[in-house]
């Protein structure tokens, strides 16, 4: 990562940290946070999930299995042992590190077969945990937990400005994590592992490892995000810890935005989130299982590289859209809420997304464009030259 | 043809040769595709590797690079003995591949294909040097008018040549050619042997495996004959495609 | 004497996993698919016949005739939408992971989330067993190990020795080249599902004749399955039932010493050590 991107990093973290500060005088109402939060949450998870699994291509269902130890873990730490609750969270994600890697290895090291007995050992994985939770009384012992909120530092805030700080926290350092690793030698390692892995190791990536730490690094973010969350859990289950709904949630976010890119599964997370919200909030909230496993099986049948792509060709457009959707709700003074009328203008949004972009050839300056390659450097054109190894060096 | 390749058969000394592999079996569970081949490549050398479909060559040269792990024997490489390392360990010492059917890494570009490989040579090069390295291994094989394209959106020959442009980027001192003429037409062929010339002018030390006989006696100063896993012939192009056993072999089966 | 009652007892439960197991092994090797909407039509199958017998009060084996088409129609509706789209191996998984999910929540939605059981006055087989040198051996699941016995070593023939499997060992080894040499890929794959559908159906009768039925039952039968086709060797159905008898007897008498949970901490056990040691699985030669 250069250091004009880790500072355009920090900057936004440092902006998302003073928003609660803001909030009055920004005027917006304190359920905004919460629902910000839970966005920055599932940013970080796809994000995590997309490290690993949209990078390389070794698709996890197991995301559970890091979250629920992370919060399991936490709440060990910090509500029995008494540790500082941040503390608590580096540990649990410590824990889901070594899980990671115990997993990677067993799976990673084969030579045929590889991807799919990683997706349906990481499905494994999680329901032997839960087992294992169930089984010791230690962890859960088919009681469950009750969680009680930690002490934290004053500069915090209050409680609600606490969770909201915190996720933002964790989402830049997911996000900025996926950038930086997107941009360097191991992510372009890792991209083409998922194009062709023989290939890969044959031009001498070091295939194994690279995997290795990508899988530590998600299950890091899974774990550590997972045990962060138990400050919006107040009792715990092995039911609704090592579920699906978390490896689904993530596996939508990061396919429909994108699995390619660092922006996917933030963009993915964004739409999901607030449609699942809105489902809730409209009193749909039993059929949202029904409704996301419809749209991931949609996504990938009609959109299987994701919006991303389609979104910078057209973002001109798409923010355009957004914008005259945005202010006709407010000309119409229709949906009175902030969060539905962000949620109608990202709908309003889609159709264009997903069009063909030849139909939206016509459009001047909104039309989709592509991103022009970079030029060659230094143009020393020796058509038909030699390949002088010593003159090189 | 440049004169350094002609002296590697003669010699009698083993010890300058570049690669070295000595009674390496190979079995797939029960079926025996390798059993106790001797094969060299000194310096310099352009090795001919031929025999009828199914008599190993594929399997010498994924056992040479790396990509299958022989049941027994010692492959020796400058001296070093790369016996079951992994592949990745093996390119960084030198040894580049193609394969028979082009395998570029589909979501980049061409030139990010070949940029690739030089960043992950044992050269490690930094991004902007790769695509400045891979620049020049693109002119070196007329492919630098496609280098924004994707690998799917170029015909099969530069495809092939973005094979060896990869294998290229990375240096090596030896560079294994699996069938890269198979597929293409005669205009085609001459261009790449062009090619192929130019790699070896550049000192780059070549086995190739190829089927076409007319290819071998321009290019090949040895000639490697495998039936059924085992060496059935070596030396001169010309003096081995004269004997009775290789005709019956390989080009009675392929021509008869 | 307990021993040998759980060993019979997890022996006999092979039957209903071998049965899920051939189908989605097959489909995995040959057609290159992981399948994860298969546990779900083997699910909905079961509740199918719950529903039929509960609501006519007629023996649920009546059913067979409607619920083996059902599931048979239902696999190879999936199988037109893999082949349709071109769907790869890996997106297959994603695909049929939203497919899981989704029916996951329809059949909540329709029959709830409590264990449902056939009354006992129409299907008497669930509680019924004779008893054998002392050893009471339970119906249901001594039917459905003869289903699956026969139709594993029904099916090993068949693929041995007809043109239908020369195809599909062809589609297995090259499936460009196969249909170079004139095998119609969509017929085979199609013919395939029907068969796969067909045999995770009379699983679904025979989950419903056997116990309860319920929502998530499916989710399990993942782990096992996938425990089940890796020990076995993918694609290879006798090898599906020979492993299915082993991690049968395995859990069978490990959840009567420590607890159904601790069950499945075994056949996790096994699982990762035949991953670590024996990846091809232990019965490669009894492949199709």
């Given at each position: 990562?250069?250091?004009?991107?880790?500072s355009?990093?920090?900057?936004?973290?440092?902006?998302?940290f003073?928003?609660?500060?803001?909030?009055e005088?920004?005027?917006f109402?304190?359920?905004?946070?919460?629902?910000?939060?839970s966005?920055?949450?599932?940013?970080?998870?796809?994000?995590?999930?997309?490290?690993?699994?949209?990078?390389?291509?070794?698709?996890?269902?197991?995301?559970s299995?890091?979250?629920?130890?992370?919060?399991?873990?936490?709440?060990i730490?910090?509500?029995?042992?008494?540790?500082?609750?941040?503390?608590?969270?580096?540990l649990?994600?410590l824990?889901?590190?070594?899980?990671?890697?115990?997993?990677?290895?067993?799976?990673f090291?084969?030579?045929?077969?590889?991807?799919?007995?990683?997706?349906?050992?990481t499905?494994?994985?999680?329901?032997?945990?839960?087992?294992?939770?169930?089984?010791?009384?230690?962890?859960?012992?088919?009681q469950?937990?009750?969680?009680?909120?930690?002490?934290?530092?004053?500069?915090?805030?209050?409680?609600?400005?606490l969770?909201?700080?915190?996720?933002a926290?964790?989402?830049?350092?997911a996000v900025?994590?996926?950038y930086?690793?997107?941009?360097?030698k191991?992510?372009?390692?890792?991209?083409a592992?998922?194009?062709?892995e023989?290939?890969?190791?044959?031009?001498?990536?070091?295939?194994?490892?690279?995997?290795?730490?990508?899988?530590?690094?998600?299950?890091?973010?899974?774990?550590?995000?997972?045990?962060?969350?138990?400050?919006?859990v107040?009792?715990?289950?092995?039911?609704?810890?090592?579920?699906?709904?978390v490896?689904?949630?993530v596996?939508?976010?990061?396919?429909?935005?994108?699995r390619?890119?660092?922006l996917?599964?933030?963009i993915?997370?964004?739409?999901?989130?607030s449609?699942?919200?809105?489902?809730?909030?409209?009193?749909?909230?039993?059929?949202?299982?029904?409704?996301l496993?419809?749209?991931?099986?949609?996504?990938?049948?009609?959109?299987?590289?994701?919006?991303?792509?389609?979104?910078?060709?057209?973002?001109r457009?798409a923010?355009?859209v957004?914008?005259?959707a945005?202010?006709a709700?407010?000309?119409?003074?229709?949906?009175?809420?902030?969060?539905?009328?962000?949620?109608?203008?990202?709908?309003?949004?889609?159709?264009?997304?997903?069009?063909?972009?030849?139909?939206?050839?016509g459009?001047g300056?909104?039309?989709?464009?592509?991103?022009?390659?970079?030029?060659?450097?230094?143009?020393?054109?020796?058509?038909?030259?030699?390949?002088?190894r010593?003159?090189?060096? | 043809?440049?004169?350094?390749?002609?002296?590697?058969?003669?010699?009698?000394?083993?010890?300058?040769?570049?690669?070295?592999?000595?009674?390496?079996?190979m079995?797939?569970?029960?079926?025996?595709?390798l059993?106790?081949?001797?094969?060299s490549?000194?310096?310099?050398?352009?090795?001919?590797?031929?025999?009828?479909?199914?008599s190993?060559?594929?399997?010498?040269?994924?056992v040479?690079?790396?990509?299958?792990?022989?049941?027994?024997?010692?492959i020796?490489?400058?001296?070093?003995?790369?016996?079951?390392?992994?592949?990745?360990?093996?390119s960084?010492l030198?040894?580049?591949?193609?394969?028979?059917i082009?395998?570029?890494?589909?979501?980049?570009?061409v030139?990010?294909?070949?940029?690739f490989?030089?960043?992950?040579?044992?050269?490690?090069?930094?991004?902007?040097?790769?695509?400045?390295?891979?620049?020049?291994?693109?002119d070196?094989?007329?492919?630098?008018g496609?280098?924004?394209?994707?690998?799917?959106?170029?015909?099969?020959?530069?495809?092939?040549?973005?094979e060896?442009?990869?294998?290229?980027?990375?240096?090596?001192?030896?560079?294994?050619?699996?069938?890269?003429?198979?597929?293409l037409?005669p205009?085609?062929?001459?261009?790449?042997?062009?090619?192929?010339?130019?790699?070896?002018?550049s000192?780059?030390?070549?086995?190739?495996?190829?089927?076409?006989?007319?290819?071998?006696?321009?290019?090949?100063?040895?000639?490697?004959?495998?039936?059924?896993?085992?060496?059935?012939?070596?030396?001169?192009?010309g003096?081995?495609?004269?004997?009775e056993?290789?005709?019956?072999?390989?080009?009675?089966?392929?021509?008869a | 004497?307990?021993?040998?009652?759980?060993?019979?007892?997890?022996?006999?439960?092979?039957?209903?996993?071998?049965?899920?197991?051939?189908?989605?092994?097959l489909?995995?090797?040959?057609?290159?698919?992981?399948?994860?909407?298969?546990?779900?039509?083997?699910?909905?199958?079961?509740?199918?016949?719950?529903?039929?017998?509960?609501?006519?009060?007629?023996?649920?084996?009546?059913?067979?005739p409607?619920v083996?088409?059902?599931?048979?129609l239902?696999t190879?509706?999936?199988?037109?939408?893999?082949?349709?789209?071109?769907?790869?191996v890996?997106?297959?998984?994603?695909?049929t992971?939203?497919?899981?999910?989704?029916?996951?929540?329809?059949?909540?939605?329709?029959?709830?989330?409590?264990?449902?059981?056939?009354?006992?006055?129409?299907?008497?087989?669930?509680?019924?067993?004779?008893?054998?040198?002392?050893?009471?051996?339970?119906?249901?699941?001594?039917?459905?190990?003869?289903?699956a016995?026969?139709?594993?070593?029904?099916?090993?023939?068949?693929?041995?020795?007809?043109?239908?499997?020369?195809?599909?060992?062809?589609?297995?080894?090259d499936?460009?080249?196969?249909?170079?040499?004139?095998?119609?890929?969509r017929?085979?794959?199609?013919?395939?599902?029907?068969?796969?559908?067909?045999?995770?159906?009379?699983?679904?009768?025979?989950?419903?004749?056997?116990?309860?039925?319920?929502?998530?039952?499916?989710?399990?039968?993942?782990?096992?399955?996938?425990?089940?086709?890796?020990?076995?060797?993918?694609?290879?159905?006798?090898?599906?039932?020979?492993?299915?008898?082993?991690?049968?007897?395995?859990?069978?008498?490990?959840?009567?010493q420590?607890?159904?949970?601790?069950a499945q901490?075994?056949?996790?056990?096994?699982?990762?050590?035949v991953?670590?040691?024996?990846?091809?699985?232990l019965?490669?030669?009894?492949?199709?």
């Open positions: 990562m250069t250091a004009r991107s880790a355009a990093f920090l900057l936004v973290g440092i902006a998302l003073l928003v609660p500060n803001l909030r005088w920004m005027g109402p304190v359920y905004i946070l919460v629902f910000l939060y966005t920055f949450y599932w940013i970080t998870q796809a994000t995590s999930w997309n490290i690993l699994s949209g990078y390389s291509g070794y698709f996890s269902f197991g995301q299995a890091f979250v629920g130890t992370g919060l399991y873990a936490t709440a730490f910090s509500a029995q042992y008494r540790l500082n609750f941040f503390l608590a969270v580096l649990a994600g824990i889901t590190t070594l899980l990671a890697l115990a997993v990677g290895f067993v799976a090291r084969l030579r045929s077969l590889r991807g799919e007995i990683f997706t349906l050992l499905f494994v994985v999680a329901f032997v945990l839960a087992a294992i939770a169930q089984l010791s009384s230690f962890v859960d012992g088919g469950g937990r009750v969680l009680t909120p930690p002490r934290y530092p004053a500069f915090f805030g209050s409680y609600n400005d969770i909201f700080r915190m996720g926290i964790a989402a830049v350092i900025g994590a996926a930086a690793i997107q941009h360097s191991l992510g372009r390692g890792l991209f592992i998922r194009d062709d023989d290939v890969a190791e044959a031009l001498g990536t070091p295939t194994f490892r690279y995997k290795m730490i990508a899988f530590a690094i998600s299950g890091f973010l899974a774990g550590a995000a997972g045990g962060m969350n138990s400050l919006q107040s009792y715990l289950t092995t039911d609704t810890t090592f579920n699906f709904i490896p689904l949630f596996i939508l976010m990061s396919t429909l935005g994108g390619n890119h660092w996917g599964p933030v993915g997370a964004v739409l999901i989130y449609l699942q919200e809105r489902l809730a909030g409209a009193g749909f909230a039993d059929s949202s299982q029904i409704i496993g419809a749209v991931l099986a949609l996504t990938i049948l009609v959109v299987p590289e994701g919006l991303y792509v389609r979104l910078r060709a057209i973002w457009l923010l355009a957004f914008v005259i945005l202010a709700q407010q000309v119409l003074g229709v949906f009175d809420s902030i969060l539905t009328r962000f949620f109608v203008a990202l709908v309003v949004v889609l159709p264009f997304v997903v069009v063909p972009p030849r139909r939206l050839a459009l300056w909104f039309a989709p464009r592509a991103v022009p390659p970079r030029p060659r450097p230094n143009p020393a054109p020796r058509a038909n030259g030699r390949l002088d010593e003159a090189a060096r | 043809m440049s004169g350094t390749g002609s002296g590697g058969a003669a010699r009698p000394d083993p010890s300058p040769m570049l690669l070295d592999c000595r009674d390496i079996h079995d797939f569970s029960g079926l025996r595709a059993g106790g081949v001797d094969f490549a000194a310096e310099g050398e352009i090795v001919a590797l031929v025999g009828p479909n199914g190993g060559k594929s399997t010498l040269v994924n040479m690079s790396g990509a299958m792990r022989p049941t027994s024997g010692r020796r490489f400058g001296g070093v003995d790369i016996t079951g390392r992994k592949p990745h360990a093996i960084r030198g040894i580049a591949r193609t394969y028979q082009p395998r570029p890494f589909g979501t980049m570009t030139l990010g294909n070949v940029a490989a030089a960043s992950f040579s044992a050269d490690a090069l930094p991004q902007r040097e790769a695509e400045q390295r891979a620049w020049e291994c693109l070196f094989t007329k492919l630098a496609v280098a924004h394209q994707l690998p799917g959106a170029i015909n099969l020959q530069q495809r092939k040549f973005l060896l442009a990869r294998a290229l980027a990375a240096r090596p001192r030896l560079l294994m050619l699996d069938e890269v003429l198979t597929g037409n205009a085609e062929i001459e261009d790449s042997l062009d090619l192929i010339r130019r790699i070896h002018d000192g780059v030390t070549l086995i190739i495996v190829e089927h076409l006989m007319r290819v071998i006696t321009q290019l090949a100063s040895r000639l490697v004959v495998l039936d059924r896993g085992k060496l059935l012939a070596q030396g001169d192009p003096d081995v495609m004269g004997r056993d290789v005709i019956t072999a390989y080009l009675g089966r392929e021509y | 004497m307990l021993y040998v009652q759980t060993f019979v007892t997890g022996v006999l439960s092979a039957g209903i996993l071998t049965l899920i197991a051939v189908g989605f092994s489909q995995w090797r040959i057609l290159k698919l992981v399948n994860l909407a298969h546990f779900s039509i083997v699910l909905l199958c079961a509740y199918l016949t719950y529903d039929l017998s509960s609501r006519t009060g007629i023996d649920p084996f009546v059913f067979v409607v083996v088409p059902a599931g048979a239902l190879m509706g999936c199988q037109w939408l893999f082949d349709h789209f071109k769907v790869t890996f997106n297959s998984l994603l695909l992971f939203g497919l899981f999910i989704m029916v996951e929540g329809i059949i909540t939605d329709i029959w709830g989330g409590d264990f449902l059981r056939i009354n006992a006055a129409i299907s008497p087989y669930s509680t019924k067993s004779f008893t054998v040198f002392g050893i009471a051996v339970p119906l249901a699941p001594l039917i459905a190990f003869a289903v016995a026969l139709l594993v070593f029904g099916a090993a023939v068949y693929l041995q020795r007809s043109y239908f499997g020369k195809a599909l060992r062809a589609i297995a080894q499936r460009e080249i196969a249909t170079a040499y004139g095998v119609n890929y017929r085979v794959s199609t013919l395939l599902a029907a068969g796969n559908g067909a045999a995770g159906a009379l699983a679904g009768v025979l989950v419903a004749v056997s116990g309860a039925v319920y929502p998530t039952a499916s989710e399990a039968w993942i782990g096992l399955v996938f425990a089940v086709v890796i020990l076995g060797g993918i694609g290879s159905p006798l090898g599906a039932l020979v492993s299915a008898v082993l991690i049968g007897a395995v859990t069978g008498v490990g959840s009567a420590w607890g159904t949970s601790a901490l075994i056949m996790f056990i096994i699982l990762i050590l991953l670590l040691w024996k990846t091809e699985g019965f490669k030669r009894l492949r199709v």
